[in-house]
């Protein structure tokens, strides 16, 4: 973690509060280990192998690494614990769908990740729901991905650790569909931006859905999915929360398969059914 990131960081419960750090390790300009102090309601949020741990108390608290790290550092054991926003016996993680034969033979060739071009150089951008392939000058998911990618931080998209407007761009990518309550993540992320809100998420009504559903296979059986979303109810969602936005269908999937059946998209009325994703766009 870089020392800069406590400009922009704040406690998950309070997001305008100040974070105390206390730095165990460090080299160069990476903080390695070391605690973070939120002044207003006293939690703890370690740094752990360079990543901070901004995650709800209940996760944080039967994390393993923040086990590990209070049990070798007992002066910051007392963890408080004033919020369950998960099941018991739920762990955050990546969950793979396995496709048959023939999805993988369709999904073979690939184009390029299209996703990028939404990310600018020149913009200070966060990217939520990173995963593997991390976008944004700063990168945050709810499990650590195989490869850390730079300016990462742990934490979850419905209480997301950052102070207001700081962003020119908040992204998230399939991420909607997975919050218990979307629409308090919408308010979120346009709080913490101040120029735009892009939000990219899975068209319910796109016709490879019901090939997912003939093979019992795909994202429709993903345990981690509580939503399904049209073009229509996202974007009521949006403006009923008071905010103007632009709602499309599109395709976004790298397999060429997908994009040429999206070209399909152009005919009247049926045409969305052969556009994989949606994409909402708020401007503040």
């Known amino acids: ?8 960081i704040s406690c998950p419960y309070n997001e305008e509060s100040h974070l105390e750090m206390k730095v165990k390790k460090k080299e160069n300009d990476e903080i390695i280990e070391g605690v973070l102090i939120c002044k207003k309601c006293e939690r703890i949020f370690p740094i752990i192998r360079e990543v901070p741990y901004l995650m709800p108390d209940d996760l944080k608290s039967k994390n393993k690494d923040v086990i590990e790290f209070l049990s070798q550092n007992k002066e910051y054991k007392t963890m408080d614990q004033h919020h369950c926003t998960t099941d018991a016996d739920w762990k955050p993680g990546l969950r793979r769908w396995e496709p048959d034969f023939f999805t993988r033979c369709l999904t073979r060739f690939q184009m390029r990740d299209s996703s990028k071009l939404f990310f600018s150089a020149d913009s200070f951008s966060l990217d939520i729901g990173c995963g593997e392939v991390a976008r944004g000058t700063i990168n945050i998911d709810l499990y650590l991905p195989a490869k850390i990618p730079k300016n990462f931080i742990l934490a979850s998209a419905e209480l997301l650790p950052f102070k207001s407007n700081v962003f020119d761009v908040v992204f998230s990518s399939y991420v909607i569909e997975h919050c218990l309550n979307p629409a308090h993540f919408v308010q979120d992320q346009v709080r913490c931006s101040r120029d735009k809100v892009i939000i990219i998420t899975d068209n319910s009504e796109w ?27 996202l974007g009521n969602l949006i403006r009923r929360l008071g905010y103007e936005t632009k709602v499309e269908a599109c395709n976004l999937s790298p397999t060429y398969v997908v994009a040429i059946l999206s070209r399909l998209g152009r005919i009247p009325r049926i045409g969305i059914v052969f556009y994989r994703d949606i994409k909402a766009e708020i401007l503040k």
């Open 1 to 8: 973690m870089k020392e800069g990131l406590l400009e922009i």
């Open 207 to 233: 016709i490879g859905d019901y090939w997912f559903r003939l093979t019992g296979n795909g994202r429709i059986f993903h345990d981690e999915h509580y939503y399904r979303w049209t073009v229509e109810y």
